[in-house]
């Protein structure tokens, strides 16, 4: 089993910033992709930044240029640093991996989520 655990959510004033982690661990042969997503209240949840195992990124059009995601492969860890929050960004933030198992196996594993909440 492989799980993900997500730290560093919170409440900051519009302007600040959160930097959010997270760790994967267990059965782990290789981690693809490592990526973080968001659902806000009455919303579907989206993609926000995510990055593969070549360091390559990706980031929705409202996040480029205030956040940046960065991931250790060593350590299995992702990190989502938020600058310059908004109001909009507020939401619950889901660590995500695409995981290949010993044995080949691939997981899609999700974090339990942790809140970020912008006051204006």
């Known amino acids: 089993q492989v799980q993900l655990v997500e730290s560093g959510g919170g409440l900051v004033q519009a302007g600040g910033s959160l930097r959010l982690s997270c760790a994967a661990s267990?059965?782990?042969?290789?981690?693809?992709?490592m990526g973080w997503y968001r659902q806000a209240p009455g919303k579907q949840r989206e993609l926000v930044a995510s990055t593969t195992s070549g360091n390559s990124t990706n980031y929705t059009d409202s996040v480029k240029g205030r956040f940046t995601v960065s991931r250790d492969n060593a350590k299995n860890t992702v990190s989502l640093q938020m600058n310059n929050l908004k109001s909009e960004d507020t939401a619950v933030y889901y660590c995500?991996?695409?995981?290949?198992?010993?044995?080949?196996?691939?997981?899609?594993?999700w974090g339990r989520g942790t809140q970020v909440t912008v006051s204006s």
């Open positions: 267990g059965s782990i042969f290789r981690i693809n992709a």
């Open positions: 995500n991996a695409a995981v290949i198992g010993f044995g080949l196996r691939a997981y899609d594993v």
